[in-house]
């Protein structure tokens, strides 16, 4: 019999912990503000943004939106950045990707004072977790952890296959299960008998961006499944990269999607804010 990970009672669990340290820091009179960045009308985007907004509400969090328009030059984002890097006032800043086309994302990213860089995008911080040595964690790769801790579930020494590669999800994924001295693999597109891999795993991260791609055939019995990933399904329904319904039977935890690892990634960016603000006020 499977066990549910309930992305939701974490996060919120995460969340309240926050909320207790930012109260504490208020007392002292500190408060911590996120910048939150949104250039053009991508509906998906709006969703994500109202949601940190809401997040920060629910941990006491400052937030602050800056929505530009599509047509915002690159030149006026970065301008945006530096002066938000310079106010005393904002403790992180983050600029929701994707962004429009004209505007090169990784100009933006290296803008963002490694300080402020509560999602973790920077060269910096992104070296610092790999070398064990950080104050903030790439928050989705960091909330696939925190749910595996919440739920005493074993890492060290476990058979730990990751799909995907990328700089956002797999690759600091990585970083974080070897910190756990779990024994890491990263599959990816080109990666011969993807199965042989999986089958032999006894935590999968799926984090592919495609619909129900992990199959139950695919799946060792006893494994712990963690679906990273948000799709649509035919109906327009929210999915992830896991065939949940056949899958489920043979793990002995699984992610539901939604209500996994999505609420987490957000929990942990309101730790990260957390995190820098203290740092900055040598907390
Ligand atoms: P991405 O940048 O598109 O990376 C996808 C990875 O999957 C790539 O490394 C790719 O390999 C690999 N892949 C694609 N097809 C494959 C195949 N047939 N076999 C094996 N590997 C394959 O996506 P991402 O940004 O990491 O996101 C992955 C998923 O997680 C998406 O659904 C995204 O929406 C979701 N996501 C969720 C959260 C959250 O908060 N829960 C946060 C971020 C992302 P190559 O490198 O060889 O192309």
């Given at each position: 019999m499977y066990r549910l990970i309930d992305g939701k009672e974490v996060s919120n669990y995460i969340k309240s912990k926050v909320r207790e340290e930012i109260t504490a820091l208020g007392e002292k009179g500190i408060k911590s503000t996120l910048a939150v960045i949104i250039v053009g009308d991508d509906p998906a985007s709006r969703v994500y943004v109202n949601n940190k907004k809401r997040a920060c509400e629910a941990t006491g969090i400052v937030s602050r939106e800056y929505a530009l328009p599509e047509e915002t030059s690159e030149a006026e984002l970065l301008a945006l950045i530096n002066e938000l890097n310079d106010d005393k006032e904002v403790n992180g800043i983050l600029c929701q990707l994707?962004?429009?086309?004209?505007?090169?994302e990784k100009k933006v990213i290296d803008a963002i004072s490694p300080e402020k860089?509560?999602?973790?995008?920077?060269e910096i911080n992104v070296g610092k977790m790999w070398v064990g040595d950080y104050d903030v964690a790439s928050c989705t790769p960091k909330g696939v952890i925190e749910l595996l801790d919440y739920y005493g579930i074993p890492l060290e020494g476990k058979n730990c296959v990751i799909i995907g590669r990328s700089n956002i999800v797999g690759k600091p994924m990585a970083s974080l299960l070897l910190e756990k001295n779990a024994t890491v693999t990263i599959c990816h597109s080109r990666t011969d008998d993807l199965s042989f891999f999986t089958r032999n795993a006894d935590v999968i991260v799926a984090a592919v961006g495609r619909k129900r791609f992990v199959t139950a055939d695919m799946v060792k019995e006893g494994a712990v499944v963690v679906d990273v990933g948000i799709n649509r399904d035919d109906n327009g329904k929210l999915c992830g990269d896991v065939d949940f319904e056949n899958v489920k039977d043979k793990c002995s935890y699984i992610t539901p999607v939604p209500g996994g690892c999505g609420p987490m990634t957000i929990a942990v960016l309101m730790k990260n804010t957390l995190a820098v603000t203290k740092k900055q006020n040598n907390v």
């Open positions: 994707p962004l429009p086309r004209h505007i090169d860089d509560v999602d973790v995008f920077s």
